[in-house]
């Protein structure tokens, strides 16, 4: 499977994140039949930058981390983005993050 369609399988999923909610990256590799490939994932986040279509500040580490806010212009974009739908960050941690967690349907392949 080359990068270039793993990515857009990633952005596909994304993209259907609803507002308000976030999901990880590890759910979003499992939801694609891959549980292994997180990381690929994070690198298919941090190449989405120039896509406003892909809400890549709705996608957080497995415990509510903004481990991808380096990738995002300005100190606290990631933050203030996740912030202006009404989700609580923390020390750059979701705050009921339980509450907010969204799962992406696995695929059956």
Known sequence: MSNDNFFERVYAIARQIPYGKVTS???IAKALGTAR???M???AMNASHNMED???HRVVNRK???TGKLHFDGTNL???LLENEGIEVLNNQIVDFEKHFWQPE???E
């Open 25 to 27: 990256y590890g759910a």
């Open 37 to 39: 490939s997180a990381r």
């Open 41 to 43: 994932v994070g690198w």
């Open 54 to 56: 892909v809400p890549a």
């Open 64 to 66: 509510g981390l903004l």
């Open 78 to 80: 990631m933050q203030q």
């Open 106 to 108: 696995v695929r059956q």
